[in-house]
Every structure is written in C-alpha cells, then in structure tokens.
C-alpha cells in the first residue's frame, strides 16, 4: 500500500475501535490493483462487509451487556462493605 498511487489514509481523530485500533477515512482515486495483490476469494464486497457487520454488532451488544454486569457486581460489593457514619449503607 505504500507508494501506491490514488490511495490514501486520514486519520479520524476522537474515535477509537473495540480492539483500540486507530480508525481512518481511506480514499481510493483511480487505483489500479494488479493480479498479485488481489485476495482470490474476495468476489463480493458487499456481502462480505455485511456479513461482518452482523457479527460485529452482536458482539457490540454482550461487551455492553458483560460492562453492564461488571458494573452491577462492583456496586453491589461497594454497597455492601461500605460505612457512612458509622452504619452500612445498605
């Protein structure tokens, strides 16, 4: 990719993936892709991204669901053992 004519990469700055993976805006202009460099199973790029898609945002929701018990644990656990004025506060 480097060198390669009509490619290029910009950072989207603020914005961050699940795996802290540096997210860009990718410009393809004219690109010319020769017969070494292509993947040979690569034939339909729509399916492919949406297959993707629908895989990743299930695994979205159960990161938030695990966040959500994890935070449900420690508050539980917080409450519980902590003291205010000489008393349980739960």
Known sequence: TQGLKGWSA???KNKLA?????NCHITLKDVVVGE???LPHAIDFQKGTNLVLKH???FVCWIAAGIAMG???NVIRFT???????RSIS
């Open 71 to 73: 935070v449900y644990d």
């Open 56 to 58: 990743s945002r299930v």
């Open 36 to 38: 070494s460099q292509k």
């Open 80 to 86: 519980t053992q902590r003291k205010q004025f000489g």
């Open 18 to 22: 699940l795996r802290i993976v540096q």
């Open 10 to 12: 910009d950072v989207i």
